[in-house]
Nanobody
Framework: QVPLVESGGGSVQAGGSLRLSCVAS????????MAWFRQAPGKAREGVAG???????TYADSVKGRFTISKDNAKNTLYLQMNSLKPEDTALYYC????????????????????WGQGTQVTVSS
């Protein structure tokens, strides 16, 4: 059983929107930090947004004001609403989960996230 399964990726023109979903099947990850990371071809992987056990959210500067992370604990689902998409948002987006409690999900320390989904591709054309 795959713990984290992403969906919702696709191709969109610049300025458009997409919503990513991540279902945590049979998993208690929703109690801890969950986040979205992304990796573009030839670039390092980077944290995009995180949400902790209490719902406190953190964002990378590059997506603040455009992306919104949220979760539905009853559905074991994490979301990433992406608006005003730019070509530089093109990447493989991963849903990740940590196994500890953090006041603010650390987006610069990917090592704390010990469970990763398979990724969903987002492509933004100009």
């Amino acid at each position: 059983q795959v713990p984290l399964v992403e969906s919702g990726g696709g191709s969109v023109q610049a300025g458009g929107s997409l919503r990513l979903s991540c279902v945590a099947s049979g998993y208690t990850a929703m109690r801890y930090c969950m986040a979205w990371f992304r990796q573009a071809p030839g670039k390092a992987r980077e944290g995009v947004a995180g949400i902790n056990w209490s719902g406190y959210t953190t964002y990378a500067d590059s997506v603040k004001g455009r992306f919104t992370i949220s979760k539905d604990n009853a559905k074991n689902t994490l979301y990433l609403q992406m608006n005003s998409l730019k070509p530089e948002d093109t990447a493989l987006y991963y849903c990740v989960a940590a196994s500890g409690y953090y006041d603010s999900c650390p987006l610069l320390r990917e090592g704390v996230y010990n469970t990763w989904g398979q990724g969903t591709q987002v492509t933004v054309s100009s």
